[in-house]
């Protein structure tokens, strides 16, 4: 029986729910990733390293919140947190302690973080970034690179999604696009050929441990090289954390490589899983943001700012940050996932590899390159990059990662296609169950 018939057979609940979500939403979702063929699952509630649908399956998830559950599901020191604000009241519209205490924590953490502005959404923290790199260098234009991802707003949309050309995304006019210059990724003589070329770039921005956090890894003697350059040259160097930070390590990539950027944009973990961004950095960049004599001042205001609930959440998620344990936890666990997931592709013989680094697994099909150990270790479970994007992170991939993420589902794991995140919730019992759930996916799929 085909797959997608089996997959229609076992969630009828999510499958009747997406029927009416197509005449609501375009696309029958709300998020761009949360699209399924022939239609995504619906969940009612998540603890740990689960979540349960409306059908009543079990389901291990990889999505962890789209990255920001480094504790899991409902870790109840958040959980807590998060109800005693809530009796409190839930915006103030006014300043409060919560807000000090987690830009304390922020600027404890993090090596760049003299100043802390908190926003809506990593989104809106890139954007504050580069606004203030404009204000702060008088030049209009940024660098990023091919495969990088920094949200949805215009000029970071270049280059950002398969097929990497470097045009400007549908819907971003040419001149507001040509601010953005973007060069392939891992390559500073690029670099640096193109901020000598061009005076107008005020800013270097990018993912620190790669593109879609490490589809094309990067590491920290590249980011070394960047600094220095932008050094050299008066750039501002941008760090977009928001999937690294507080990841990573405690001070994100640029703790744990010991490179310290100008600027750092952080969402996701930051706010324990609630909605909230920030940026950090500089105290001479953020002044920007304050009005003084003689000097423009960015306008910032933004109603979710610094919002009770999110600096509860995001405080007591710190705080066990802090600690280390979290971070050291999901990474043991993409470890055993990436070594497990070599070790039966190679001894199927299947043509796959997967690799990442820190609590990121990345799995690619119609694969024949070198796969790393089968006992590597945080930092060396990488593959060769041979300067083909889209082999490793696009459509290539796409029908067979739709298609083993319906069969990992009926195998009860939400696989995240080609990609999976784990957190410190994801323990030796369920990535053992992930790992046969994956050898049942795969022969599903070849049947
Ligand atoms: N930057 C990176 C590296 C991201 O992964 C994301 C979101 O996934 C963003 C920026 C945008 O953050 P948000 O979805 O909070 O707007």
Redesign the pocket.
Known sequence: RPLVDRYTAEFPGSKARFEQAKGIFPCGVTHDTRMMDPFPVYVTHAAGAHKWDVDGHKLTDYFVG??SLLLGHSPPDVVAAVQTQMAKGTHHGSCHDLEIAWGRLVQQLVPSAERVRFTG??????LMALRLSRLFTGRPKFLKFLG?????HDTVTVGSDPPYDGAAAPGVPEGVAALCVAVPPNDLNRVEAALKADDGIGAVIL?PTGG??GAVPIRGDFLKGLRDICTRLGRVLIF?????GFRVAPGGAQGFYGVTPDLT?M??ILAGGL?G?CLAGRADILAYIEPRPGKPKMKHPGTYNANPLSAAAGVAMLTRVATGEPGRLANAAAVRLRNGLNELFESHGWPMVAYGDFSMVRVVFDYHGPRPATDAGVNDGLIPYDGDLEKLDGPKNAKQSNALRQAMLLNGVDWWGTAAMTSSAHTEDVTDHTLAAFEAAVEDLRA
């Not at 959404?121 to 890139?126: F, L, R, V």
């Not at 977009?240 to 690294?244: A, F, P, R």
């Open positions: 789209h990255g959404s990593g989104t809106e923290a890139t990088h991802f920094h949200g949805w993912e879609h956090w977009d954390e928001v999937i690294t944009s969402a996701k909605p961004g």
